[in-house]
């Protein structure tokens, strides 16, 4: 893969140069970043799976899932409808790819574009903003184009079987586009907030902005089509209108569909000009107007803060934090070790980036899946079944948390846990869970029950109950089928990539518990004596896991 992009690469060199960027320099940046790529693992682009020669292979890998992904609605979308029908299944199409590679860049962004882990390397040299800038463009498009490659192949092939090559190769074309307009839709705000907001600040706003993108995103992409009248729009050639000219994905949708039917008008000329200009209009306007000073912001985006806050204020903004964090852990544990690690947790949950970035947007999933599932009043959401399986899968998101507690960038510091005298580490670990039931699980679940008392009356509130210890079950459940690592002790690449075995047993049990549920609904007072044996339940679990020895923790 490295080889094709720098082909591809060399082919550009004249437009690179054009743009003011030292093309050697950007070249061999690039080539040592894409090397990287291919010797440490990651989360996202390109950096799946394990270590050392594995990196590849993963990668191939979850290219071949997005292939499969991509070819299963691309024959549900392209294989039946005629010429005149297909505008609206292709803005399905172009969406589906534009949503996934935004949410590649929103979730890998700050550690790509604004990476200063590589700063002590390149910064000392006579490396001007716009090379840098635009190297770390090319590094990520190179694998959205990848990822969108991977997602058109079926659609492209089939496009090409029944309306000729050059609509084939325009659908090709246009799916490599909307890779780049994402990267510029996405960049451009980030860039502009690295105009504006200071540097100390940058990093937490682009975080919050990131976990609050994922959410919109993902919602969006679910919500909108079942606020349409999918099997009208399906079925039915669509009419269009002016708001289409605001939508991307239409753009692309109505350049294919210029050539496929073929019909060449004021409105398909029109979303032929912006598809094909505007993301190549998006990276000059940014390489010309937002990328000045990007190398002097990116060398101080690191450093602490020079805001000196006065002792006393400092003091009492201390006292508060620390008060009430306190008086929750003594509310919810029993021993002095455990009420340490429930407020260790609450604020390093609080503080580390990462962990919000992979932890908060699950829980905003869930939300938007709820609301989504109940919005059309004939669909699932309208069944009496709804409100409990959306109480249960709900809590499948907040795994995400319990599966992310033990790793951390900073393990090196868990060399304390080593030195203090800790008897019982189950103490450490039930006081994290504890942190993430009360800081995560019980506002989540708060929201949820809310939004089904309200949909579908106060009556619920005996499921409601019965459904928060369950998941509160499974949460346990989880954490002791899971390897038992210390709080924030182990690095990224040590958690276990093989989880498949143990997700597909949690959901079949949850599967189990919520069908059970349901059958207790149909028994009187059958929900309400079933909520102090799951009560019971529960407690015996947590204690069990508060038991666990030092012969059952790893060490990272």
Not at 273 to 294: E, I, S
Not at 387 to 403: I, R
Request: proline residues 4%; contains cysteine.
């Amino acid at each position: 893969m490295t080889r094709s992009i720098l082909w591809l690469l060399d082919r550009l060199q004249p437009l690179i140069r054009a743009s003011g960027a030292d093309y050697s320099q950007l070249r061999a940046i690039v080539q040592v970043k894409l090397t990287m790529d291919n010797r440490r693992p990651s989360v996202g682009l390109g950096r799946y799976g394990k270590q050392s020669a594995e990196s590849n292979n993963s990668f191939t890998r979850v290219l071949l899932v997005y292939t499969l992904i991509g070819g299963l609605i691309s024959l549900a979308m392209l294989a039946a409808p005629e010429r005149d029908r297909l505008f609206f299944p292709l803005t399905l199409q172009f969406s589906y790819i534009m949503a996934l590679c935004a949410m590649t860049l929103i979730s890998d962004f700050s550690s790509v574009i604004l990476d200063s882990s590589d700063n002590q390397i390149i910064l000392p040299r006579p490396v001007n903003s716009r090379t840098l800038w635009l190297a770390r463009v090319v590094h990520i498009t190179s694998y959205l184009a990848s990822i969108a490659l991977s997602l058109s192949i079926v659609g492209v092939l089939i496009v090409t079987y029944r309306f000729g090559a050059l609509a084939g190769l325009l659908y090709l074309l246009m799916s490599l586009l909307s890779a780049v307009l994402m990267v510029f839709l996405t960049n451009v705000f980030y860039l502009v907030l690295m105009r504006f907001i200071s540097e100390e600040k940058l990093r937490e706003v682009i975080n919050y902005f990131q976990i609050v993108m994922a959410i919109l995103f993902y919602g969006g992409y679910q919500l909108l089509p079942r606020l349409m009248d999918t099997q009208t729009m399906l079925t039915q050639a669509l009419t269009h209108q002016w708001w289409h000219y605001l939508i991307p994905p239409m753009w692309m949708a109505g350049a294919v569909d210029m050539v496929v039917r073929p019909m060449v008008d004021a409105t398909h000329l029109i979303f032929g000009a912006l598809a094909l200009l505007t993301p190549f209009a998006g990276l000059w306007f940014m390489n010309r107007f937002l990328t000045a000073g990007f190398t002097q912001t990116l060398s101080s985006i690191d450093q602490e803060s020079s805001t000196v806050i006065p002792a006393t204020l400092a003091q009492g903004q201390h006292q508060s934090q620390t008060g009430w964090i306190e008086r929750l852990s003594d509310w919810f544990t029993d021993s002095p070790l455990e009420r340490a690690a429930f407020a260790f947790t609450w604020r390093i949950t609080g503080r580390d980036r990462k962990f919000k970035l992979k932890t908060y947007p699950q829980l905003g999933f869930g939300l938007a899946y709820v609301v989504v599932m109940s919005v059309r009043g004939q669909s699932f959401g309208s069944t009496g079944f709804f409100y409990l399986f959306a109480l249960y899968f709900a809590s499948l998101y907040v795994l995400v948390a319990q599966n992310q507690l033990g790793i951390s960038d900073n393990y090196r510091a868990s060399w304390v846990y080593g030195s203090a005298p800790i008897r019982n580490p189950g103490d450490v670990l039930s006081g994290a869970l504890k942190a993430l039931m009360v800081k995560l699980l019980a506002p989540f679940y708060v929201v949820v029950s809310a939004y089904i008392l309200y949909r579908y009356g106060i009556d619920k509130i005996g499921d409601v109950l019965l459904a928060f210890s369950n998941s509160l079950i499974m949460l346990v459940s989880a954490a002791l089928l899971s390897t038992h690592y210390l709080p924030f002790s182990t690095p990224p690449d040590a958690l276990k990539q093989n989880n498949t075995a143990r997700g597909l047993l949690i959901s079949i049990v949850l599967g189990i518990v919520g069908f059970s549920h349901y059958g207790l609904t149909f028994l009187p007072y059958g929900v309400w004596i079933a909520i102090p044996l799951s009560a019971g339940a529960f407690w015996y679990l947590l204690r069990v896991y508060k038991n666990t020895g030092w012969d059952k923790i790893e060490m990272g």
